[in-house]
């Protein structure tokens, strides 16, 4: 069995998990701590709060940003939904912006155009999605949402290690905080710092990052300069409603040991991503085109193609479990009853009749990509 996505767990993961369950703390010890300044530090940036997943750290972020009800967010229609939805947790609403036809990424152009014709103060608030690990450009997002009052909440969860190269010719690494508010990860076992469940928001700025720490642990605070009094040592103050989306010290523990090996496993991953280039270089088989400047992150080998149906169940009859990402959100049933419908978005959907996304992990071995490509071919080629 070939799977789209795996999670690499070797001995030294084991290992630290071990000394974890034998150490005195499993859960608000100092293995979370540890994860997150080594994350921070991975990134680039200055703040990072580990949560118990991706879809908490979109929405403990979008509650750090101010997202309430009334506000209005633009994002991308190409991506998981938790990238929408956590404006409705908060009670604001979603509009969907067509994505790039050839980078499949949230059109920076129809994002103006849609910005320029609403009346000043519609909107609040941008979330750029860096899909399947092709880094949106943030410098020009940021001088976007400063021409209209934004803030930035960047998606990067496909894309941890990726960068793009800024105006300055100096890489940014996505999630970084140079251009984002905030940024958000995941670690479901396919990405590429796998806990099981986990996930991380950062930040360069300090109010946002000391709104967060409040916020993933039900609001309550220890910290005298916070607290209105302080009867003794157990005494604390719920300041806020929160929510308990703390991480646990296994995780983390397991996320840090993971963490060391990040870059082998994205070099691993551009391997891979080469051979699938060279194998479907003059064929019927699309695929996109990464600029100098842009080093990707391939979270997903996205192909494009007009036999979408027929490739997936021969692939499934070869055991090889290709995946679909995504269902364009809008057409959801849950979306569609809040006015979308078919031709809204006619890239995003155009993208979702041809897409398909094919195996890419890091222990993906040369024979069994070699499978793939052949397989792939045959309908294809």
């Given at each position: 069995m070939i799977p789209y996505g795996r999670q690499h767990?070797?001995?030294?993961?084991?290992?630290?998990?071990?000394?974890?369950?034998?150490?005195?703390?499993?859960?608000?010890?100092?293995?979370?701590?540890?994860?997150?300044?080594?994350?921070?530090?991975?990134?680039?940036?200055?703040?990072?709060?580990?949560?118990?997943?991706?879809?908490?750290?979109?929405?403990?972020?979008?509650?750090?940003?101010?997202?309430?009800?009334?506000?209005?967010v633009i994002t991308t229609p190409i991506t998981f939904a938790a990238s929408a939805n956590c404006i409705k947790y908060c009670g604001g609403d979603v509009d969907f912006v067509d994505i790039d036809p050839q980078t499949f990424l949230l059109d920076i152009d129809k994002v103006r155009a849609k910005l320029a014709a609403a009346p000043k103060g519609t909107y609040c608030g941008i979330v750029p999605v860096d899909f399947a690990g092709y880094p949106i450009d943030m410098e020009a997002y940021r001088q976007?949402?400063?021409?209209?009052?934004?803030?930035?909440?960047?998606?990067?969860?496909?894309?941890?290690?990726?960068?793009?190269?800024?105006?300055?010719?100096?890489?940014?690494?996505?999630?970084?905080?140079?251009?984002?508010?905030?940024?958000?990860?995941?670690?479901?076992?396919?990405?590429?710092?796998?806990?099981?469940?986990?996930?991380?928001?950062?930040?360069?700025?300090?109010?946002?990052?000391?709104?967060?720490?409040l916020l993933r642990t039900h609001g309550i605070t220890k910290n005298p300069?916070?607290?209105?009094?302080?009867?003794?040592?157990?005494?604390?103050?719920?300041?806020l409603l929160g929510y308990n989306y703390r991480l646990s010290d296994i995780l983390a523990t397991l996320g840090n040991s993971q963490l060391q090996r990040a870059n082998e496993g994205m070099q691993q991953r551009q391997q891979i991503a080469q051979r699938y280039m060279a194998a479907f270089k003059d064929t019927n088989v699309r695929y996109t085109h990464i600029p100098n400047g842009v080093y990707h992150g391939y979270h997903l080998f996205v192909i494009q193609t007009e036999h979408r149906l027929e490739l997936y169940n021969h692939l499934q009859s070869q055991q090889i479990f290709a995946q679909v990402h995504y269902v364009p959100c809008h057409l959801h049933p849950y979306y569609r009853q809040q006015g979308w419908t078919d031709g809204d978005l006619p890239h995003a959907e155009h993208y979702y009749s041809r897409t398909l996304s094919l195996p890419m992990?890091?222990?993906?071995?040369?024979?069994?990509?070699?499978?793939?490509?052949?397989?792939?071919?045959?309908i294809c080629g």
């Open positions: 767990i070797t001995q030294a993961d084991i290992e630290a998990v071990i000394a974890t369950l034998q150490s005195d703390y499993l859960t608000q010890g100092p293995a979370i701590t540890q994860f997150e300044n080594n994350f921070a530090q991975y990134i680039g940036c200055k703040y990072a709060v580990a949560v118990t997943n991706g879809t908490a750290a979109l929405h403990l972020a979008a509650m750090a940003l101010g997202v309430k009800a009334g506000s209005k976007l949402a400063n021409e209209y009052g934004l803030w930035l909440l960047e998606d990067a969860c496909h894309a941890p290690g990726a960068y793009f190269t800024d105006s300055k010719g100096i890489p940014q690494m996505c999630g970084n905080g140079q251009y984002a508010d905030a940024a958000i990860f995941s670690f479901h076992p396919v990405k590429h710092i796998a806990t099981g469940e986990g996930g991380m928001i950062t930040t360069n700025r300090q109010d946002i990052y000391e709104q967060l720490l300069a916070l607290m209105s009094k302080n009867d003794g040592g157990w005494y604390q103050e719920m300041l992990y890091p222990t993906l071995t040369n024979q069994q990509q070699d499978f793939v490509i052949e397989q792939v071919l045959a």
